[in-house]
């Protein structure tokens, strides 16, 4: 398997992309796999746009060039479209569907069925999700990150082990949450495999 891979992560402030890129990079560094990062915060503190650029494998430079990226992680559609300048036909886009809608903003959001139909008429591999529900099922809106996470490890060509996240994960987050954050990676990963 070629362990090169990059992922470009996506969404707003507060729904955990900083720390779903720490457990990435962990679970990378735990399978022998060297990892570099780069982080954008935006306004993270009102809601805003947050991105975090991962390569897994020989690079020396985190930031993925445009249409380039092995995966596109969004945590909102918006967000997603927003993300699609480092996507390519061959892009995996995993996308949590629930919108986060600008309590600042006078204009309608899109429909999220749409945005969808879109995404698929122009990408080979587009993977929606309820991540938000799923989340919610597993015991908390805050387990989402968990649950995008499940979904990716489920696709073939992801280079780290379920286990080896999960390992990532109960090192990164309180065990009070390690119930929650197993049924959550469980429930994203069985929403793409099946």
């Known amino acids: 398997m070629d362990n090169h891979y990059s992922i470009y992560i996506c969404g707003v402030g507060g ?16 399978q022998g ?9 935006g306004m993270s503190q009102r809601g805003g746009s947050v991105s975090t ?7 020396t430079s985190s930031i993925i060039p445009d249409n380039a990226a092995d995966m596109l992680l969004s945590f909102e559609p918006i967000e ?43 990408f080979k591999h587009v ?7 799923l989340a919610i099922d597993a015991g908390s809106v805050l387990s989402l990150n968990m649950v995008l996470l499940g979904a990716v490890t489920a696709d073939d060509k992801f280079p780290l082990t379920k286990e080896s996240v999960i390992g990532a994960m109960k090192n990164n987050l309180k065990p ?5 954050n197993l049924k959550a990676i469980e429930s994203g990963y069985k929403s ?3």
């Open 53 to 59: 650029e991962l390569k897994i494998g020989g690079y």
């Open 176 to 180: 009070k949450f390690h119930d929650m």
């Open 192 to 194: 793409i495999k099946g």
């Open 80 to 122: 997603t479209i927003r993300g699609l300048n480092k996507a390519n036909d061959e892009t995996k886009i995993v996308y949590n569907t629930h919108p986060i809608v600008p309590s600042s903003s006078d204009k309608p959001y899109p429909n999220v069925d749409n945005i969808t139909n879109i995404l698929k008429e122009n």
């Open 127 to 133: 993977l929606p999700i309820n991540g938000t529900q």
């Open 33 to 41: 796999l060297d990892v570099v990062m780069s982080e954008i915060h």
């Open 15 to 30: 729904q955990g992309i900083i720390k779903t890129s720490t457990i990435i990079g962990e679970a990378a560094m735990n």
